[in-house]
């Protein structure tokens, strides 16, 4: 049991860690995007030789150590997509009143890429671990691909909450593919499969023949659906999911311009009052304004001491 909560614990940090970590790189100028890349290809190399390595191992270890690298596989994903690198050969908004089939496609055109980068993904973790005993890792993929397909279908039907806080600046076009409703016929049958799925999963963590391995594989696996389930609710319930990984450092919400959030320091004035101006606080002669002779040519000027005029050390000595 011990395992089973230490394999659950790992799975929820590396779950809002590795969230939270691409959320801020996201948030970076543009021109990081491509060290971004550049070290995220890095570590997905690396990611990579952790899942042949652990596919032919059977121990806790192994387990933690296939999750995590499909995590950073994913992430690899995420990452492209996110900071515009593959995404779609549609890069602007369906035009207002398209409907139908035709919505879909555009919707389609905007991601198509970035799902056949997911879907090659797949394939490089089912290729690195076939035959393998530890399976930790084409299990944890196909919970991310999966729920992340079943998320993106609810939000194209129409849910209360879109989430579109995840989304940065430059793709914002995405938007126009985002239905608000109270909800859709898809979703109780998406979060009712996965519960299932998740009980089919979950149950023999506890049984008493279970061993560690296969309990600490299934309760990563269990863990991280789990989580893709609660996600799904946070598309129907007044919760911002993106609240879990704002921190208190004054960063402004969506939709409030950074001059427009005031600093923790400086309390809003109440309501119904009026600022008072900086002048009228001010004694008299800071209100005064002072006379730039660079601009003004009748302004007193003051005279420039020359070298020899300045006293210096060796002199005051002398002296």
């Not at 994913?74 to 515009?84: A, H, I, K, P, Q």
Request: aromatic fraction near 10%.
């Amino acid at each position: 049991m011990t395992m089973v909560l230490v394999a659950a614990g790992f799975a929820l940090f590396a779950w809002w860690a590795s969230t939270g970590l691409i959320l801020m790189l996201d948030r970076l100028p543009r021109w990081t995007f491509a060290w971004t890349m550049a070290g995220a290809t890095a570590l997905t190399a690396l990611a990579v030789w952790g899942l042949a390595w652990s596919a032919q191992q059977t121990s806790v270890a192994a387990a933690l150590c296939a999750f995590a690298c499909a995590l950073v596989v994913w992430g690899w994903t995420e990452v492209s997509f996110l900071t515009g690198w593959i995404t779609g050969p549609r890069t602007t908004a369906s035009p207002p009143g398209t409907r139908g089939l035709a919505r879909l496609r555009h919707a389609i055109a905007a991601i198509i890429w970035h799902e056949l980068a997911i879907l090659a993904g797949f394939l490089v973790v089912l290729a690195v671990t076939w035959g393998g005993e530890n399976q930790t890792a084409t299990a944890t993929y196909a919970v991310l691909w999966i729920m992340r397909l079943s998320a993106k279908i609810n939000i194209f039907l129409g849910v209360p909450n879109h989430a579109d806080g995840f989304l940065p600046e430059h793709l914002a076009y995405l938007k126009s593919w985002f239905t608000r409703r109270a909800m859709n016929p898809f979703f109780p049958v998406s979060v009712s499969a996965a519960l299932v799925v998740l009980a089919l999963v979950a149950a023999p963590v506890f049984a008493p023949e279970t061993g560690a391995f296969e309990g600490a594989s299934r309760a990563l696996v269990a863990t991280l659906l789990a989580l893709a389930i609660v996600e799904h609710w946070f598309l129907v319930l007044p919760f911002e999911s993106i609240a879990l990984w704002r921190l208190p450092s004054g960063e402004p919400r969506a939709g409030e311009s950074s001059r427009d959030a005031l600093p923790p320091s400086l309390p809003a004035p109440p309501p119904g009052t009026v600022p008072t101006p900086l002048a009228a606080v001010l004694p008299a002669p800071l209100r005064e304004p002072v006379p730039d002779s660079a601009r003004d040519p009748r302004a007193p000027r003051r005279p420039v001491p020359r070298v020899e005029d300045t006293p210096s050390a060796f002199s005051l000595w002398r002296r």
